[in-house]
């Protein structure tokens, strides 16, 4: 008896207690949910659901950036972006209690940039008619593109692929967008892409970085074009098809140079595939000539006390841009410079070589009297000539004569006596 009193009382307190409770305690909470979850994109169609727990006779209205915006019968509405990009919460209301729910958590919707697509051109810079061209369209994320490219707003369905090979006569302004199955379907379209072409063929001009060459010597050749992107083409005395040899960069350089390698040269570019040639440059005559050898001064040859000597060296051919080097000749010594039937080594006068072609040695000390030689260089690495034969400087300075003198002065000695 006492036990069901007490259980009786329970459900009283129960009873007066929830009848004092607020309207809000008991209302179901509404919950936003997205499709598709994730990354959102500019082009993306966005469904919105409001689900909310028990009942089913709801009326839905959804609230946008914290304004009141629209009621709907269907737990779903669907807004396309950018435009309707914001936060979100919704509610339920319904004519029986409970008469409404509480608002749903706000939900943002946020987008993201789409992948960029860019469009790269092959040969850069100036075009020429006729001329082949290859263009990419590069977008940054993902792999699986269908690429689709526009002249100006016109879909050029003849030219599908990443990349695409065109003649340069169809000028106009190119432009790529990407289409995938997946999310993100689409990429931003690339900016405009000009192709503007020049109706004359492009020249070339081909010199050489010596005037004079000789035997041993190197000569570069350099073939300039005004415009990148090209391989240089080289010939030797006459225009064929077959040339010498091609480079990738505009200079060609004969190492060691022999007589035969003297005669007429020309240079052409060419890029593209098929390749497109520019015009043949004039021809440049490269005459190739005995190493010179150095012919050396000395002024004056004979020295008196005070005098300061001027060495002169010249090269025996007419040329230039050569740098002068002096050396004082001593006896031969193995692992030092020397001339080449190895009579003399050589000791230099001075550590670098000079541009004047003249050297002025001012003695100091004895009399520096001994042969002398001289040699020029020139170009990097250094083509040097040949050593100047020797000459020599002689003192004017007359020295006393040596004699011997001998202590004891007789003509017999014996060892065990100091002489």
Same mark, same amino acid.
Request: aromatic share 12%.
């Given at each position: 008896?006492?036990?069901?009193?007490?259980?009786?009382?329970?459900?009283l307190s129960i009873l007066?207690?929830?009848?004092?409770?607020?309207?809000?305690?008991?209302q179901p909470r509404a919950?936003?949910?997205?499709?598709?979850?994730?990354?959102?994109?500019? /082009?993306?169609?966005?469904?919105?659901?409001?689900?909310?727990?028990?009942?089913?006779?709801?009326?839905?209205?959804?609230?946008?950036?914290?304004?009141?915006?629209?009621?709907?019968?269907?737990?779903?509405?669907?807004?396309?972006?950018?435009?309707?990009?914001?936060?979100?919460?919704?509610?339920?209301?319904?004519?029986?209690?409970?008469?409404?729910?509480?608002?749903?958590?706000?939900?943002?919707?946020?987008?993201?940039?789409?992948?960029?697509?860019?469009?790269?051109?092959?040969?850069?810079?100036?075009?020429?008619?006729?001329?082949?061209?290859?263009?990419?369209?590069?977008?940054?994320?993902?792999?699986?593109?269908?690429?689709?490219?526009?002249?100006?707003?016109?879909?050029?369905?003849?030219?599908?692929?990443?990349?695409?090979?065109?003649?340069?006569?169809?000028?106009?302004?190119?432009?790529?967008?990407?289409?995938?199955?997946?999310?993100?379907?689409?990429?931003?379209?690339?900016?405009?892409?000009?192709?503007?072409?020049?109706?004359?063929?492009?020249?070339?001009?081909?010199?050489?970085?010596?005037?004079?060459?000789?035997?041993?010597?190197?000569?570069?050749?350099?073939?300039?074009?005004?415009?990148?992107?090209?391989?240089?083409?080289?010939?030797?005395?006459?225009?064929?098809?077959?040339?010498?040899?091609?480079?990738?960069?505009?200079?060609?350089?004969?190492?060691?140079?022999?007589?035969?390698?003297?005669?007429?040269?020309?240079?052409?570019?060419?890029?593209?595939?098929?390749?497109?040639?520019?015009?043949?440059?004039?021809?440049?005559?490269?005459?190739?000539?005995?190493?010179?050898?150095? /012919?050396?001064?000395?002024?004056?040859?004979?020295?008196?006390?005070?005098?300061?000597?001027?060495?002169?060296?010249?090269?025996?051919?007419?040329?230039?841009?050569?740098?002068?080097?002096?050396?004082?000749?001593?006896?031969?010594?193995?692992?030092?410079?020397?001339?080449?039937?190895?009579?003399?080594?050589?000791?230099?006068?001075?550590?670098?070589?000079?541009?004047?072609?003249?050297?002025?040695?001012?003695?100091?000390?004895?009399?520096?009297?001994?042969?002398?030689?001289?040699?020029?260089?020139?170009?990097?690495?250094?083509?040097?000539?040949?050593?100047?034969?020797?000459?020599?400087?002689?003192?004017?300075?007359?020295?006393?004569? /040596?004699?011997?003198?001998?202590?004891?002065?007789?003509?017999?000695?014996?060892?065990?006596?100091s002489l």
């Amino acid at each position: 008896m006492e036990n069901t009193l007490l259980c009786v009382l329970l459900l009283l307190s129960i009873l007066i207690y929830c009848g004092h409770c607020d309207e809000d305690d008991v209302q179901p909470r509404a919950t936003l949910r997205i499709s598709p979850q994730g990354l959102l994109y500019s /082009v993306d169609t966005v469904t919105l659901q409001c689900d909310i727990p028990d009942y089913t006779d709801w009326t839905y209205y959804w609230y946008i950036n914290n304004q009141p915006g629209y009621s709907t019968h269907g737990k779903t509405i669907t807004i396309s972006l950018p435009d309707q990009a914001g936060q979100y919460q919704c509610l339920g209301t319904r004519t029986d209690r409970p008469q409404k729910s509480q608002l749903s958590k706000a939900l943002s919707i946020q987008l993201t940039a789409l992948p960029t697509a860019s469009v790269s051109i092959s040969p850069q810079g100036l075009l020429y008619s006729g001329e082949t061209v290859s263009m990419q369209c590069d977008i940054s994320m993902y792999t699986d593109w269908t690429y689709s490219w526009y002249i100006g707003n016109n879909l050029d369905s003849s030219t599908p692929g990443k990349t695409i090979t065109t003649l340069s006569n169809r000028a106009g302004q190119y432009r790529c967008v990407g289409v995938r199955t997946s999310r993100p379907q689409w990429s931003q379209f690339s900016v405009f892409l000009p192709i503007r072409v020049t109706d004359y063929q492009p020249s070339t001009t081909l010199t050489s970085d010596k005037e004079d060459v000789f035997t041993g010597d190197r000569v570069t050749l350099s073939c300039t074009v005004e415009s990148p992107g090209w391989k240089f083409y080289w010939y030797r005395h006459r225009l064929d098809f077959t040339p010498v040899t091609t480079t990738s960069g505009y200079s060609y350089t004969l190492s060691w140079v022999s007589v035969s390698d003297g005669g007429q040269y020309w240079c052409r570019a060419g890029r593209g595939d098929p390749v497109y040639y520019t015009q043949y440059s004039d021809p440049v005559q490269i005459h190739v000539t005995g190493k010179p050898k150095a /012919v050396l001064r000395i002024s004056p040859q004979w020295l008196n006390p005070g005098d300061s000597v001027a060495l002169n060296c010249k090269v025996d051919k007419t040329s230039t841009g050569w740098r002068f080097s002096w050396y004082r000749t001593v006896p031969y010594r193995a692992g030092i410079p020397s001339l080449s039937d190895k009579s003399y080594s050589l000791q230099p006068l001075s550590d670098n070589g000079t541009s004047e072609d003249s050297y002025t040695l001012i003695p100091a000390g004895p009399t520096p009297t001994g042969g002398y030689v001289c040699r020029g260089g020139r170009g990097d690495p250094v083509y040097y000539t040949h050593y100047s034969e020797p000459q020599f400087l002689w003192s004017g300075d007359l020295q006393p004569s /040596v004699f011997l003198r001998i202590s004891p002065n007789t003509t017999q000695h014996f060892t065990s006596m100091s002489l």
